[in-house]
């Protein structure tokens, strides 16, 4: 973002949304319409190994992560992410459609669950309480 002159980019727009989801089309979908309807940034990875190298350096303010990822599980991901120093704590909501799903271990780590589908009013209201 080029900035001119004493302009100040808002508080919102330093905040990045890190999707990790290898379906494109819900990659896409989710990038583009968190764009149009908020001041975040937005950063789509489609894979696991990529996102445990990028994922530091973008810094997150929240992480959606798809549930099955073709390397690994969503909640494997996020494990291996809790190991770098400045990936814990964030905010993380687990994206997916299987019936079946580990809740116990989701509440144990603070992870929140959305279930496909889902309305996109919902992510984005979901997105404003969980970014500060």
């Known amino acids: 973002m080029l900035l001119e002159g004493n302009e ?6 330093d905040k990045v949304v890190l999707i990790v989801d290898d379906d494109r089309d819900i990659g896409e979908i989710l990038q583009k319409i968190i764009l149009e309807q908020t001041n975040y940034r937005v950063v789509w990875i489609a894979e696991s190994e990529l996102t445990l190298d990028v994922a530091p350096y973008l810094k997150p303010s929240v992480m959606l992560l798809d549930y099955m990822l073709p390397d690994m599980l969503g909640l494997e991901l996020y494990d291996r992410l809790q190991e770098r120093e400045n990936m814990r704590g964030i905010p993380t909501v687990l994206i997916s459609a299987r019936a079946s799903l580990p809740l116990d271990q989701l509440r144990e780590r603070g992870i929140y669950l ?6 996109m009013d919902t992510l984005l209201d979901i997105l404003a309480e969980l970014i500060v």
């Open 8 to 13: 100040h980019p808002s508080s919102t727009e």
């Open 114 to 119: 959305l279930r496909k589908p889902f309305e």
